[in-house]
């Protein structure tokens, strides 16, 4: 069943993607709102308030227009895209001629194929409950540190996702950044499947 329309907060570009393996990459932005989480950090507008509905001839027809230098590269996220993500939405996209890279929770099941999946667990949230099948082709898992992300918590994600290849971990960005900054160069040094990863976007001031 087709959705009538999509209610999506922003899309942006051509700029680059500011986080993971593909950081630097030049792509375009699909963001829904909505989310099921309440993150006390979340640094992102996904408010219903401002946002638009919006079909999916709309919305293949403004990523169509965006990606003026044909990245044909577009990141889906929100918000949490899952709750709106669906099979005709993913095909009119992939149509245009677009690789999809989704970011998600985890929490919520992905009713259509994208073709790069990266977890973002917020298990200090969600109480570490994941919708997503395990063995769901993950190709990237994204942990944003605090207090609460442990050595344990690194080995649990390795241990569900096995298949998974690219593994980062990302300081909080809140007051105490200096910290997690810190914690997460500790647990990459000590861990070195897993990565620093850093927002880059927000170094190099693009959106």
């Known amino acids: ?3 009538a329309t999509y209610l999506v907060k922003e899309m942006f570009g051509p700029t680059l993607q ?8 030049a792509c375009v932005f699909l963001r829904f709102a909505a989310c099921n989480l309440a993150c006390t950090w ?3 507008d996904f408010a219903a308030e401002g946002a638009r509905r ?3 001839e709309a919305i293949v027809a403004e990523l169509r227009g965006l990606d003026r230098h044909q990245s ?3 990141v889906v996220t929100g918000g949490e895209p899952t709750l709106q993500w669906d099979a005709p939405l993913g095909a009119a996209i992939a149509a245009a001629g677009f690789r999809v890279h989704m970011e998600s929770n985890g929490t919520h099941p992905l009713a259509a194929p994208v073709d790069w999946l990266t977890i973002s667990p917020k298990p200090q949230f969600h109480a570490g409950r994941f919708a997503l099948a395990s063995d769901l082709p993950i190709a990237e898992c994204k942990v944003v540190v605090d207090d ?5 918590t690194l080995a649990a994600y ?3 996702w096995p298949a998974c290849t690219s593994w980062f971990v990302q300081p909080c960005m809140d007051d105490r950044h200096a910290h997690h900054l810190a914690r997460a160069i500790a647990l990459a040094t000590e861990r070195p499947r897993w990565r620093l990863g850093v927002q880059l ?3 190099i001031a693009v959106p």
């Open 54 to 56: 919006l079909d999916i």
């Open 158 to 160: 390795e241990a569900r």
């Open 42 to 44: 979340c640094d992102t």
């Open 201 to 203: 976007h927000k170094i």
């Open 72 to 74: 044909r590269m577009v």
């Open 18 to 25: 500011g986080e993971g393996a593909h950081a630097g990459r």
């Open 148 to 152: 609460t992300v442990t050595d344990a």
């Open 1 to 3: 069943m087709t959705r």
